[in-house]
């Protein structure tokens, strides 16, 4: 099993640019969720799901987007980007929404 | 409103100590407290977890100890080496529909040959 597979490992986007970051599981779990990552901030919840077809906002929800069509797979969009999104992002997957939560390798951000 | 607060925020100590890291919550609905390990450039993972109705869980070197009356939980890293050296994150989850994870914001530990 490959795990939690997140594509891109580095992108450099322009202000006003958008972009999709990738995340796919191939443990049939059914909670997926992203994440962003910032120096003195700890982990941030930005969207999840419980299943295919099912969404909600996490805590920095602004300026993001999600959908989930697969079991497998959990992109998320960026809008147009802007600086303050400079961030790493982490997708992570779970059976469920308590227990243990297993993180991609996560795509390091940078928004000029 | 910081949900789960985490101290200290880096934490240097030589090999052979015992590094203690501490968490405080202040929802007495949570319910799941876990710890997890991450090392520069990897995404984090679980390291060990513990509920409220027991008081301390060892897993190997690693120990967390909980207080549920001061709404408090630590990790103890027993015996510690270089290789222990990571960022470690508390967190916090109620269940139910509500389960989402809320992190402390990390300790970077640094365990000195």
């Known amino acids: 099993n490959a795990g939690v597979t997140q594509t891109p490992k580095f992108q450099v986007l322009k202000t006003g640019q958008s972009m999709t970051l990738q995340c796919a599981q191939d443990m049939n779990h059914e909670y997926m969720s992203w994440y962003r990552q910032d120096p003195g901030m700890g982990l941030r919840l930005i969207h999840y799901s419980v299943g295919a077809g099912i969404t909600d906002q996490g805590e920095v929800p602004n300026g993001y987007n999600v959908s989930r069509s697969t079991t497998e797979d959990f992109p998320l969009r960026l809008l147009s980007a802007a600086p303050s999104q400079t961030s790493v992002y982490f997708c992570?997957?779970?059976?469920?929404?308590?227990?243990?939560?297993?993180f991609g390798p996560g795509t390091r951000l940078t928004v000029l | 409103q910081q949900q789960v607060k985490q101290s200290p925020q880096s934490l240097i100590v030589q090999k052979g100590g015992i590094p203690i890291i501490n968490c405080a919550y202040e929802n007495t609905a949570f319910d799941y407290f876990p710890w997890y390990q991450q090392f520069p450039g990897k995404g984090p993972a679980l390291l060990i977890a513990?509920?409220?109705?027991?008081s301390e869980k060892k897993e190997g070197r690693f120990t967390i100890s909980f207080n549920k009356s001061a709404k408090q939980f630590s990790l103890h890293i027993m015996d510690s080496q270089p290789g222990d050296s990571a960022t470690y994150f508390c967190a916090a989850s109620k269940g139910g529909s509500q389960g989402n994870l809320i992190f402390g914001k990390g300790t970077k530990l640094s365990v000195k040959p």
């Open positions: 513990i509920r409220p109705d027991v």
């Open positions: 992570a997957s779970s059976l469920g929404l308590v227990g243990e939560q297993f």
